[in-house]
């Protein structure tokens, strides 16, 4: 039996064939309504998954050409985040057969399919942790910066990441590192070359260039929704991260920063001299930013691509307090106003200090004459 699926993300894509393939489906893909209704005609797929929001033309015009035009009856099934009741109504008033709604486990859709096609002898439910992850609605990119990391950088946590989260790409960044960085992250790319990517420096540029030309390297995916950049050292729990991009979702903010504060329930943990000089600068950046800020310094933010451009099209003045020139140019773009109500700051649940953090006591010194840089230049 044949399967056709149509999205345009290719991360879900890549997810759905793997499961039905091992299912013992033949699967045929699609990432544009275009070429899908090309793949219609050639494969001649025993039922079509199609998704509704996708850029060139709606899902429900590919259904409707399946029905309409070529007055085909094979079974139709939608896999979409989209919940307006309207369109959902029109899609079966066209003639799908079932409609599911993102985020749907690669489980489920196994299981309606073969409830379609009246295969109850296959084996749609699979104990293996991964076939219950949830196809998102939404594809994530995440840039995370490397410099010199060989020695501590977690390859297991994010490798079983990369397997276990559907949606998700991340994309590492070596910056000009020296030690066997880049060979180690070329070995994790290898082992997952659909969801991990490396970006390399030739030379150390620092964090705030490499999340930068990390960030605008991945803007160019158009399967992206939204992009967020975490630190190497995983200092940020992934669980955490992804609380940060559910915000995101379901809401209308335009950037989720992590916050390391203190409170019931939380394991934030710090070293006291760190701690004594990491509120005494978030004293100073409220004072320069202007905004209420707890902890703009967190190395765990996301936000939607639409915020790119206007923010990280030029270059950094500062190689660490890259943050604060973030919020800077998001008020700058948006207006004093209205800034305020488009960032989100969100306390961790963990966030571990780790032992050879990149930013020495003396570079903390230093970051007070950035921020006057910083203040001087935004002021302008």
Request: charged share 25%.
């Amino acid at each position: 039996m044949k399967i056709l699926a149509i999205d345009d993300q290719q991360l879900i894509l890549m997810s759905l064939k793997k499961r039905l393939v091992e299912l013992g489906y033949a699967v045929a893909t699609a990432d544009t309504g275009k070429s899908g209704k090309n793949l219609f005609v050639s494969f001649k797929p025993d039922l079509v998954i199609v998704d509704i929001n996708m850029p060139d033309m709606s899902g429900l015009e590919v259904v409707r050409y399946i029905r309409k035009e070529q007055k085909s009856g094979v079974p139709l099934l939608v896999m979409s985040g989209n919940t307006n009741e309207d369109v959902i109504m029109n899609g079966f008033d066209l003639g799908i057969d079932d409609y599911m709604k993102k985020p749907v486990s690669l489980n489920e859709v196994a299981a309606r399919i073969n409830r379609i096609l009246g295969h109850g002898a296959l084996k749609a439910r699979n104990t293996d942790e991964t076939a219950s992850r949830m196809l998102q609605e939404y594809c994530v990119g995440v840039v995370i910066p490397c410099y010199n990391e060989a020695e501590r950088l977690s390859g297991v946590d994010f490798k079983n990441f990369a397997h276990k989260n559907l949606g998700y790409h991340l994309c590492f960044v070596n910056d000009g590192s020296t030690d066997g960085t880049l060979g180690v992250l070329e070995g994790l790319q290898k082992e997952h070359p659909d969801t991990i990517s490396v970006y390399n420096c030739e030379k150390n540029g620092g964090k705030a260039e490499a999340v930068r030309k990390g960030v605008l390297h991945l803007a160019k995916d158009h399967q992206l929704d939204y992009i967020g950049y975490l630190d190497a050292d995983l200092s940020t729990d992934f669980r955490d991260f992804d609380d940060l991009v559910k915000t995101l979702q379901n809401s209308e903010f335009k950037i989720v920063s992590g916050s390391r504060m203190n409170r019931m329930g939380a394991d934030i943990t710090k070293e006291s001299a760190r701690r004594i000089i990491s509120k005494t600068i978030n004293l100073i950046i409220r004072k320069i930013l202007k905004m209420p800020f707890n902890d703009t310094q967190c190395g765990a933010k996301i936000m939607r691509k639409e915020i790119v451009e206007p923010v990280f099209t030029k270059k950094f003045i500062s190689r660490w307090l890259f943050d604060v020139e973030i919020f800077m140019r998001m008020q700058k773009h948006f207006g004093k106003d209205l800034v305020q109500k488009v960032i989100c700051e969100q306390p961790l649940k963990r966030w571990v200090h780790e032992e050879g953090s990149k930013l020495s006591m003396k570079d903390s010194i230093k970051i007070v004459g950035q921020l006057a840089q910083i203040a001087i230049h935004y002021g302008k």
